[in-house]
Nanobody, 122 residues
Framework: QVHLVESGGGLVQPGGSLRLSCAASGSIFSINAMGWYRQAPGKQRELVAAITSGGSTNYADSVKGRFTISRDNAKNTVYLQMNRLKPEDTAVYYC????????????????WGQGTQVTVSS
């Protein structure tokens, strides 16, 4: 199975920065798109940012200009640099990867991390 391990969450003051990391492990043949989602209490899970294997990115309007997604294909790792954080960014952040296990013939599946808490507060 493909496993995603996240790190980097925590408590930060408004205007501060955090960098989230998500490393994919297991018997992986390849990874296509990777992304970050977040879910605040009482709200739907929403896409924050996504990046393709070729480096094309997509951001939610609420984070454009403040967040940057990147990836290191050699390490099977995706990052989310979060700057100028706001209280409304407070949520559980989840990593997602579209990956093909090594034992699979040709199919990709979506995998999720366990989630990491980001709290922006004074």
């Amino acid at each position: 199975q493909v496993h995603l391990v996240e790190s980097g969450g925590g408590l930060v003051q408004p205007g501060g920065s955090l960098r989230l990391s998500c490393a994919a492990s297991g018997s992986i043949f390849s990874i296509n798109a990777m992304g970050w989602y977040r879910q605040a209490p009482g709200k739907q899970r929403e896409l924050v940012a996504a990046i393709t294997s070729g480096g094309s990115t997509n951001y939610a309007d609420s984070v454009k200009g403040r967040f940057t997604i990147s990836r290191d294909n050699a390490k099977n790792t995706v990052y989310l640099q979060m700057n100028r954080l706001k209280p409304e960014d407070t949520a559980v952040y989840y990593c997602n990867a579209e990956a093909m296990p090594a034992y699979s013939g040709s199919s990709y599946s979506n995998y999720w991390g366990q989630g990491t808490q980001v709290t922006v507060s004074s």
